[in-house]
């Protein structure tokens, strides 16, 4: 984040010092950065934001945006200063009425911004705690901006710019002659362009729902985490031997630099787990095909018997983990009342689903299988000897299980004393049928006269989840959208599983993270809306201009499903907070264009000449403002570093969506202002 922020500014400050045409506007406007990063490090220290991936983030997403109020002031600044205004000679004047000028859009523009972020503080859970941060410092940004743009570039300027002719360069004359031949036409065929837009906004909508959807973008750690699970009944000895022949098969990989391995986690820990699971901590050289490492690994591991492997990344483990208790990117979770039923529905699942594609390292909850010694009590021999139950079953507890029977002090230390048969004596069902029971009489009886002593597999442990018990079967998604592979899942469970009565299945893990977030997500995203309209209605106490400047949705929405299809990004958390951000973004342009048409039409001029003169002022500060934006994203978009995978999908939004955007913003706009004011006119 820390280069993209760097990499973000070099950019912006190469547009300025292009595009203005003045070396000492170039620097003010430059000055928005530091000034509007101080702000957010000032207000991050004052709410307690620490500096991580995400806050940094929130900066470098608002980088470009941050000299926008302050590129379209400083350059009518010295467009004012530049034709010396009749009547306005005095410098401070100008300089007053120039910011005046176009000061109540920029803040409503940026304000609009501001309010588009502020629903995203109502997220919740792990997406709360990602984006939080980012939000925050994207307003306490922005905010610094409006104090910027209004008060400290207009006396800046009082203080830098000169009074020279207002000149623009070659380039962007020929630029802005280009513009106006292809407005002139757009304003002459403007159903054809109506048409065109409505088709792009419809091939748009329909383009939206076929791109896959996920929860998070996964994060490269550059290692992978290997999970073994083996049967509940194996010893430690042979647990042991058999990661043993696990690390030395995954060594032979090439590419692999290390491997670390452990078997079981103790009782005292936060993940307590048996001897029978085992991790494989994957150290890889970054110069290596990690997809082809996993591939191979896959196939290595799969093929030992009586082992399920889970793949994965440490972080990424934990992380799915803390999610549902999972590990494992997809949990397919068997409710019911009695463990073999459910424990076969689940198998029956896993058979069902095992060929979906992108759906891989697929197996069921190894909670079966652990020996069990099952002591049926005889209530008739009971009887007729006079022995108590609970005397029995305390003595099958007392040798097998051992029992407390005193404590011994040393020092500040106590240690419970245990005491319980030798193994000798409790190994098998048939030492313990030799286990002796004294009668109410004193007579000594063996265990098997009371009660039938046998050896079966049972459950190593019971899960439960909303107070019903339950089974999962779990997998990890590749190569593919999280959103297909558990529609076709379903679709698979739904045609070929039949379930019993009493039994249900849910669909957890990231899935249900992701269902979440999108469902609070289908909420915030007509909250911004509305929210924008009423500001637009505010800002220009009309209700079809307001309706103008929304418009400016679906063509962002066009530019923003292009930029998700063409980087190869599903619509996911961090893609839905850019389309937000994109539909407060794409706004500001219009508003200065909006105003700039009323201006104009208040000074006398006709609707086509009011349409044409303000685009063509506006057009530079249009270009700029999108510009800066653009570039100050691009090395998110175009970053691998750590935690880039995050942030692609919102950058990869709002770069393509922007460019749209602006670029039909230019033609549209006009076009329908045009229109709408001519059938107002009759």
Known sequence: VNMALLQGMVLVLLVLFEFLGSFRAAIIVSLAMPFCALVAFIGMQRYGISANLMSLGGIAVALGMLVDGAIVVTENIHR????????????????HDATREVGRPIAFAIMIVIVVFLPILSLEAVEGKMFKPLAYTVMLALGGSILFALVVAPVLASFLLNEKPYKESRFFQALKNGYRNLLVTALKARLAVFAGVLVLSVLAVTGLR???????????????????NMAPSIALAEATKTVNRLTRDVMEIEGVEEVVARIGRPEAGSHPHPVNFGELHIELDHRADKSAIVDELRERLESFPGVQVNL?????????????????????KVYGEELDVIRATAGEVREAIAEIDGLVDLSIEQSY?????????NHEALARYGVPGETVLEQVETAIGGRVVDTLYKNTRRYGIHVRY??????????????????SDGALLRLDQLASIDMEE???????????????????????????????????????VVLPDG?????????EQQRNAMRRLGIIVPVVLVSIFVLLWIAFHSLRHAAMIILNVPLALIGGVVGLWATGQYLSVPASIGFIALFGIAMQDSMVLLTDFNDLRREGQGIRDAVVNGSLIRFRPVIMTTLTTLLGLTPLLLSHGAGAEVQRPLAAVVVFGLSTSTFLTLFVLPSIYEW??????G
């Not at 299988?369 to 009590?377: A, E, I, S, T, Y």
């Open 458 to 496: 049972g459950a190593l442990q019971i899960n439960r989840e909303h107070n019903q018990r339950r089974w999962i079967v779990t997998g990890n998604i590749r190569n593919r959208a999280l959103g297909a592979v558990v529609a076709d899942i379903q679709s698979a469970v739904d045609e070929k």
């Open 369 to 377: 299988g652990q020996p069990q010694v099952k002591v049926v009590l």
């Open 676 to 681: 709408i004011e001519l059938k107002r006119q």
């Open 422 to 439: 030798a193994p000798e004596f409790r190994a098998t069902p048939d030492a313990l049928a030799q286990l002796f029971i004294r009668s």
């Open 503 to 511: 039994v249900f299945i849910e669909y957890g893990g990231q899935f």
């Open 80 to 95: 004012f200063l530049g034709l010396r205004h009749e009547g306005k000679s005095h410098r401070l004047q100008l300089i």
């Open 312 to 332: 994965s990344q440490p972080i990424q483990n934990q992380f799915d983990e803390l999610l549902s208790g999972i590990r494992a990117q997809l949990a397919i």
């Open 210 to 228: 076929k791109i896959g959807t996920e929860f998070i973008p996964v994060l490269e750690e550059g290692s992978i985490m290997a999970t073994v």
